[in-house]
């Protein structure tokens, strides 16, 4: 069981905008950043999104990120068939359960 | 440009202690405000923090496996090893090294490596 809630699956067709959830707590999502990984299939994951919102080098704009309260999101825009990928968060958590926390990962089925 | 490479057993025996090394290049693990982590992903299932070093030595472990745990890191060798004790089938998996980066945690990844506990 995961720390970080995200949707085990979500999907789209391409040019379509979709967006990825991730839901924590006070301990983690609320009082720290968020990141993003995409981890194409049978690859190392790969950084999308650091700091809730910005974009390391590379990464195309179509990718971005918010967060609010305990939640944070990743938008996805102008789907493309490469985006087919799984998608996990994470997040530093101050208690004492674990110090980095990942979400269950979300599967983008691109159709 | 950065690259971190991880290497050991493929296959080990149940109690039997597990030492992974990840070699780095492209960076020192001097380097101010950076480490090194370590991540695990069972088949088919999603990423697990198991523990980080930092470039002044500071260490901390995923406290769910913390009494299995060790992690240390030799400069000169721009090595990092990870060593995880009494292993259980439960524990296979592909584990990864991955760099701390300023601002940007886990910012380059290794390829991973697969470990199977099986007798």
């Known amino acids: 069981q995961s720390v970080l809630t995200q949707p085990p699956s979500a999907s789209g067709t391409p040019g379509q905008r979709v967006t990825i959830s991730c839901s924590g707590s006070?301990?983690?999502?609320?009082?720290?950043?968020v990141y993003w990984y995409q981890q194409l299939p049978g690859t190392a994951p790969k950084l999308l999104i650091y700091r809730n919102n910005q974009r390391p080098s590379g990464v195309p704009d179509r990718f971005s990120g918010s967060k609010s309260g305990t939640s944070a999101s990743l938008a996805i825009s102008g789907l493309r068939s490469e985006d087919e990928a799984d998608y996990y968060c994470?997040?530093?958590?101050?208690?004492?359960?674990?110090?980095?926390?990942f979400g269950g990962g979300t599967k983008l089925t691109v159709l | 440009q950065v690259t971190l490479k991880e290497s050991g057993p493929v296959l080990v025996k149940p109690t039997e202690t597990l030492t992974l090394t990840c070699t780095v290049s492209?960076?020192?693990?001097?380097?101010?405000?950076?480490?090194v982590s370590w991540i695990r992903q069972p088949p088919g299932k999603a990423l697990e923090w198991l523990a980080h070093?930092?470039?002044?030595?500071?260490?901390s472990y995923s406290t769910s496996l913390k009494s299995r745990l060790t992690i240390s890191k030799d400069t000169s060798k721009s090595q990092v090893v990870l060593t995880m004790t009494n292993m259980d089938p439960v524990d296979t998996a592909t584990y990864y090294c991955a760099r701390i980066g300023v601002q940007q945690p886990f910012d380059y990844w290794g390829q991973g490596t697969l470990v199977t506990v099986s007798s």
């Open positions: 070093i930092f470039s002044n030595d500071e260490k």
């Open positions: 492209g960076f020192s693990l001097s380097n101010a405000r950076m480490g």
């Open positions: 006070s301990s983690n999502i609320g009082s720290n950043y």
């Open positions: 994470a997040a530093w958590d101050d208690s004492l359960s674990a110090l980095w926390v």
